[in-house]
């Protein structure tokens, strides 16, 4: 669980967004559905996050439960990232959530906002 902040509410929902609620964390873990990814991969998947940021969030991920990872030894030398089984059960939420949201207005065209 991110140490930095919670909601303080024993519910379910509010734990839940405790652990994956921080900006950039759900995204995170959609891109990590298919399978693991490097930190290059990830960042090259999420236009609009910061390497500080995508940083922050893994560590909140893993810290959480919710990702794992693996340092692969020579010659590759690469961090590789991958969601935990628990983290896995957030695919059917994700993929409903996915569906909720193919009916709310599109963003503004441009840039997105940090």
Request: glycine letters at 12%; proline letters at 11%.
């Amino acid at each position: 669980m991110s140490t930095s902040r919670s909601y303080g509410d024993p519910s379910g929902i509010a734990r839940s967004l405790d652990v994956v609620g921080e900006r950039w964390g759900l995204l995170v873990v959609r891109d990590l559905l298919p399978g693991p990814k490097q930190f290059s991969d990830l960042l090259a998947g999420l236009p609009g996050i910061s390497p500080n940021v995508l940083s922050k969030r893994l560590r909140e991920l893993v810290e959480g439960g919710v990702v794992d990872y693996q340092d692969l030894g020579a010659p590759d030398r690469v961090r590789v990232y991958e969601l935990t089984e628990w983290g896995r059960d957030l695919e059917p939420v994700l993929r409903h959530l996915e569906q909720w949201g193919q009916r709310a207005p599109l963003p503004p065209a441009g840039p997105p906002s940090r």
